[in-house]
């Protein structure tokens, strides 16, 4: 069964508009994270939520925000997508204690045009 | 900044060799992970190895890690054809109130030829 569930797999939006990707789970963990990988490279951590509390990473660009409405979904909203926010976008969920381990969902690739 | 560094950054062997893949970081970690990677798709944990061990095993997979050197390695013994996939290590950053805040390094891409 899918634990980490991310839509759409594949988003394609144009140059400044503005887009929302999905996260949801069933493993009831109150850490939510969201990372970014562009091609070839590491993903990157952009921001995490535990339980309601929002925590930005202090290199994430303004353009990048998220939600999360409860415990079960959260969301990735970019402002005005730039052709350098092309990439694929990785969420996963924890529970926040030492040693925890991370389950990611199957990514969403964005593509600027 | 990344926190780690792989290499090699790319691996190519044959079906049933064993694959060593190192990584080093440049903080005090409590815990390393390794994390595979199927092309276009999500991260799966592989193991976990605390700052208090010296070496874990699971499966096919064998994780040493020396904290004076600050570097792991990742062993895959006999290596499959599924195999074929990135690698990366991830130290974690403790973050608020107990979230684990993964950083990782560059991964190598493995691939095993039939």
């Known amino acids: 069964d899918a634990m980490v569930i991310q839509n759409p797999r594949y988003q394609v939006t144009q140059f400044g508009k503005p887009v929302t990707l999905s996260c949801s789970q069933t493993?009831?963990?109150?850490?939510m994270y969201w990372y970014q990988q562009k091609s070839s490279q590491a993903p990157k951590l952009l921001f995490h939520?535990?339980?309601?509390?929002?925590?930005n990473e202090a290199d994430t660009p303004d353009n990048f925000q998220s939600r999360r409405p409860n415990t079960s979904f959260c969301f990735l909203d970019i402002r005005s997508p730039g052709l350098g926010d092309a990439a694929m976008y990785l969420c996963a969920t924890s529970r926040a204690e030492p040693g925890e381990t991370q389950y990611f969902g199957p990514g969403t690739r964005l593509l600027v045009l | 900044s990344q926190q780690g560094e792989e290499d090699p950054q790319a691996l190519s062997i044959q079906e049933g060799e064993n694959a060593t893949m190192n990584c080093s970081y440049k903080t005090s970690i409590n815990n390393l992970q390794w994390y595979r990677q199927n092309s276009g798709r999500g991260l799966v944990h592989l193991i976990l190895?605390?700052?208090?061990?010296r070496e874990k095993h699971s499966g096919r997979l064998r994780v040493t890690l020396d904290t004076s050197k600050k570097s792991s390695s990742l062993l895959i013994t006999a290596s499959r054809a599924a195999d074929t996939a990135s690698y990366f290590c991830a130290t974690v950053l403790r973050g608020t109130q107990g979230a684990q805040k993964l950083v990782f390094g560059q991964g190598t891409r493995l691939t095993i030829n039939p």
């Open positions: 939520y535990y339980d309601k509390d929002f925590n």
């Open positions: 190895i605390r700052s208090n061990e």
């Open positions: 493993l009831n963990h109150n850490v």
